[in-house]
């Protein structure tokens, strides 16, 4: 029989991991249980369950800054009114994650520690600068999302130390976007990943970016946050030249790999079209300009004009 | 661990490894073998189940982490007493299923995604049970028998 703790705070559940070397942190399990009978992960390892544990739940706002529980379910980030008002992003990548059984098992915290290069959650929070909190036995630290995944399947947590949460700041005129390439529609890995947010200094049609991020799934070894985006767009609305600019920026910030779900030259080309298109509904949506909803799941998005309107 | 559930109504406590799936206790020590162990990668969704309101895979599902859950079955999803419900009805008369595989899963996911108000549009009915493969299908039928209790129950 497996030795399987359920603790039920994080000080405690660190505890049981300094006492037990070798144990593994388990929550939805969607992709442990996998591992484990396949032999990727030592089926004999002790388990330490942070689904009791009450402080790593849960989705919550205060004010502007969301909260996300390490263990909060993708199904309960995708649901959130606020969530897909304000973070889109976020929204929109958990509601393209597996299915609906999977995304009711799978956590946020799972998805950034598992440290898939295809993560879905990673890119949008990478473009909402979140910052996770993690707990080991010297007490808590702070790492920003984009620094906690170091490669495929690693990250910068060391043995013993647990994600806690995960926070970032929705401020007004801000807005974010995610869009994927699949090959299927549903139940497929990202072929290609963007994430887009816009922060502009004002509303309309003719609202200046101030601050623009973009993000990268699946197109490197970790996520990528696209560079020198703030030369390129800040200081006026997004038109079709610049947001050709912000292609070629994305489409030169991958590193793919080919695979079943398309050859490296068809990736980078993907980027940069998803890159333009998220950024540009970001915009609009920062700017108040957007009321289509959320991006349609099969990441074939329509087409989207530079003033955000569907066209 | 002993761990006490509710299945399909009735309590259970059974003596468990907490990290044995609760798919193996449904099948192998509760002899309820209408979830179907396929895939056990939790990409099929045969072995769906609903645990406190929310179909989950119970291949991937650990008991540890679902002590006192109210859990329901196909065994279940048409009430005590009952052969079967409106939905399960629907399965029939649309001729929604062919080997069958499928079809305890499917009718189990699908019940939850009613219970959830779903859309009544095929669109809607068709991301709800992406989870949820046919090899047989080609899923129409089993589209027309959902939509039409979607349609039916909103009356």
Same mark, same amino acid.
């Given at each position: 029989m497996t030795s399987y703790y359920r603790p039920g705070s994080a000080s405690e559940a660190v505890a049981i991991l300094a006492a037990n070397p070798g144990a593994m942190v388990i929550a939805g399990g969607t992709d442990l249980v996998i591992d484990r009978r396949l032999g990727r992960a030592d089926p004999r390892a002790p388990l330490v369950d942070v689904t009791g544990i009450n402080e790593l739940r849960g989705v919550r706002w205060d004010g502007d800054e969301l909260h996300l529980g390490a263990t909060a379910t993708i199904s309960a980030i995708e649901s959130d009114p606020a969530v897909i008002v304000r973070t889109s992003a976020l929204a929109e990548a958990a509601r393209v994650l597996g299915s609906v059984q999977i995304r009711n098992m799978a956590t946020l915290g799972g998805n950034l520690c598992t440290a898939s290069p295809a993560a879905e959650m990673v890119p949008p929070l990478m473009v909402h600068d979140a910052v996770a909190a993690i707990r080991g036995p010297a007490g808590e630290r702070r790492q920003a999302v984009a620094d906690v995944?170091?490669?495929?399947?690693?990250?910068?947590?060391?043995?013993?130390?647990i994600l806690t949460n995960v926070r970032l700041r929705a401020p007004a005129l801000s807005g974010s976007c995610y869009l994927r390439q699949t090959v299927r529609w549903a139940m497929d890995l990202a072929g290609v990943g963007v994430a887009a947010w816009v922060l502009t200094d004002g509303t309309g049609?003719?609202?200046a970016v101030q601050e623009a991020r973009v993000a990268l799934g699946a197109v490197a070894p970790t996520a990528v946050l696209v560079p020198g985006l703030e030369s390129l767009l800040a200081g006026a609305p997004p038109t079709t030249e610049r947001l050709g600019a912000v292609s070629a920026a994305a489409s030169a910030a991958c590193e793919p790999i080919s695979d079943t779900r398309g050859t490296a030259e068809h990736r980078r080309h993907v980027a940069g079209v998803l890159a333009a298109r998220a950024l540009s509904i970001a915009h609009a949506r920062?700017?108040?300009?957007w009321s289509g909803g959320l991006a349609p799941v099969n990441g074939r998005a329509?087409?989207?004009t530079s003033s955000g309107e569907r066209a | 661990m002993r761990i006490s559930i509710t299945v399909n109504g009735?309590?259970?406590?059974?003596?468990v490894d907490p990290s044995d799936t609760l798919l193996s206790v449904l099948r192998e020590r509760l002899h309820l073998? $209408?979830?179907?162990w396929g895939c056990l990668t939790g990409d099929c969704g045969a072995c769906t189940v609903i645990v406190d309101d929310r179909s989950v895979v119970s291949c991937l599902q650990t008991v540890g982490q679902i002590d006192g859950a109210d859990i329901t079955t196909i065994e279940g999803i048409a009430g005590r007493g009952r052969m079967m419900n409106d939905l399960q009805e629907a399965f029939v008369t649309h001729g929604a299923a062919q080997c $069958?595989?499928?079809t305890p899963g499917m009718v189990v996911a699908a019940e939850q995604l009613l219970r959830d108000g779903v859309e009544p549009n095929g669109a809607a009915i068709r991301e709800g049970l992406a989870g949820n493969l046919c090899r047989c299908t080609g899923y129409s039928k089993i589209i027309d028998a959902v939509l039409s209790v979607a349609l039916a129950r909103m009356e």
């Open positions: 995944v170091t490669g495929p399947r690693t990250t910068i947590l060391a043995s013993g130390e049609r003719e609202a920062a700017a108040g300009l329509s087409a989207v | 009735d309590p259970v406590a059974q003596p073998i $209408g979830t179907k $069958g595989f499928c």
